[in-house]
């Protein structure tokens, strides 16, 4: 088993020995290369990417994928390439959309697919955008998971990948060497936004009902990740100019102060024209930041995609 879990660059890596303490199984974090043991877990390490090859487990500190590292998507797009119809992939509870490009990969590849049910989700951001872009095949509340997953190992099938590649295009989170403008490999279409980690252009990918965007880096986000991406840039930049704004005021203050003392009183009133300007424009810029933001709606159960298929021996 392999698991993922957005978590701070900074963070102490602590989970898989929580988890190591709730499982006969042996959890660890591993390092790069070491070798894939049958009933061990393995859990991603702060600011690395987890991903797996040929019978070893590999680390990558390549391009975030959705603002994360380490994401989902490049763990589960490994997966699908040397697995196939053997891999299982679930998305549980999250934010944004990490995980759905991944799902669809391993669903091309013959591989089963699950996601926690969002009604009961602390955040069902990413559950809901996997059941809007891939077909999945169980969505279901977590105590169901271990019964269902338990089915599908007991019945595997052990077909072999699916003709349609199972790799995403160059560079990515994955495989991170080399640049798209330099060997001409950037899929898709040219877009006109620019990413958000690093302000290369993006190049707009369609599959399907998904539309992703990657830029010649490797930074990779589907539509809704980049929307947050991009507000994430917009309030720093209003923060920017707000921070300039105030500069602008205390520098101004400070050549009013000089005027006055040196009876300068036609460049005084235009200092004390533009400081007004200033202060009301960093007030208007203010109350935009700090104003309470409209929480995202969730989607009605009622037309939530339908709930998981009677479970049979297909896994």
């Given at each position: 088993?392999?698991?993922?879990?957005?978590?701070?660059?900074?963070g102490?890596?602590?989970?898989?020995?929580?988890?190591?303490?709730?499982?006969?199984l042996?959890?660890?974090?591993?390092?790069?290369?070491?070798p894939?043991?049958?009933g061990?877990?393995?859990?991603?390490?702060?600011?690395?990417?987890?991903?797996v090859?040929?019978?070893?487990?590999?680390?990558s500190?390549?391009p975030?994928?959705?603002?994360?590292?380490?994401?989902?998507?490049?763990l589960?797009?490994t997966?699908?390439?040397?697995?196939?119809?053997r891999?299982?992939g679930?998305?549980?509870?999250?934010?944004?959309?990490?995980?759905?490009?991944g799902?669809?990969v391993?669903?091309?590849?013959?591989?089963?697919?699950?996601?926690?049910?969002?009604?009961?989700a602390e955040?069902?951001?990413?559950?809901?955008?996997?059941?809007?872009q891939?077909?999945?095949d169980?969505?279901?509340?977590?105590?169901?998971?271990?019964?269902?997953?338990?089915?599908?190992?007991?019945n595997?099938?052990?077909?072999?990948m699916?003709r349609r590649?199972?790799?995403?295009?160059?560079p990515?989170a994955?495989?991170?060497e080399?640049?798209?403008?330099?060997?001409?490999t950037?899929?898709?279409?040219l877009s006109?936004?620019t990413?958000?980690d690093?302000?290369?252009?993006?190049?707009?990918?369609?599959?399907?009902?998904?539309?992703?965007?990657?830029?010649?880096?490797?930074?990779?986000?589907t539509?809704?990740?980049?929307?947050?991406?991009?507000d994430?840039?917009?309030?720093?930049?209003?923060?920017?100019?707000?921070?300039?704004?105030?500069?602008?005021?205390?520098?101004?203050?400070?050549?009013?102060?000089?005027?006055?003392?040196?009876?300068?009183?036609?460049f005084?009133?235009?200092?004390?024209g533009?400081?007004a300007?200033?202060?009301?424009?960093?007030?208007?810029?203010?109350s935009?930041?700090i104003?309470?933001?409209?929480?995202?709606?969730?989607m009605?159960?009622?037309r939530?995609v339908?709930?998981?298929r009677?479970?049979?021996?297909?896994?």
């Amino acid at each position: 088993m392999f698991v993922v879990i957005h978590t701070s660059p900074d963070g102490p890596g602590l989970l898989s020995a929580v988890l190591d303490r709730a499982t006969p199984l042996k959890v660890t974090t591993p390092d790069d290369g070491d070798p894939i043991r049958r009933g061990h877990v393995y859990v991603a390490p702060p600011d690395y990417h987890l991903i797996v090859g040929d019978r070893r487990v590999h680390l990558s500190h390549g391009p975030r994928e959705h603002r994360f590292r380490p994401a989902i998507d490049p763990l589960f797009r490994t997966v699908a390439e040397h697995y196939g119809a053997r891999a299982i992939g679930v998305v549980l509870s999250g934010h944004m959309a990490d995980g759905t490009h991944g799902l669809s990969v391993i669903k091309r590849a013959g591989g089963i697919t699950l996601v926690q049910d969002p009604d009961e989700a602390e955040a069902p951001s990413m559950p809901l955008a996997a059941m809007r872009q891939v077909a999945v095949d169980y969505v279901l509340p977590v105590e169901e998971m271990a019964r269902v997953i338990m089915g599908l190992l007991l019945n595997r099938r052990g077909g072999k990948m699916s003709r349609r590649s199972a790799r995403t295009e160059r560079p990515n989170a994955e495989r991170p060497e080399g640049d798209a403008l330099r060997s001409k490999t950037a899929n898709g279409s040219l877009s006109p936004f620019t990413c958000p980690d690093c302000g290369g252009s993006l190049w707009e990918i369609k599959e399907g009902r998904l539309v992703r965007y990657r830029c010649h880096v490797g930074h990779g986000f589907t539509i809704d990740s980049l929307r947050d991406g991009m507000d994430d840039k917009i309030e720093e930049a209003m923060w920017t100019a707000l921070r300039a704004i105030e500069e602008a005021i205390e520098l101004r203050g400070k050549m009013h102060a000089r005027a006055k003392r040196n009876q300068l009183s036609g460049f005084i009133s235009n200092l004390e024209g533009e400081i007004a300007t200033f202060k009301a424009r960093a007030d208007a810029l203010r109350s935009l930041l700090i104003a309470p933001r409209r929480p995202g709606r969730r989607m009605e159960p009622s037309r939530r995609v339908k709930r998981s298929r009677t479970h049979d021996a297909h896994g």
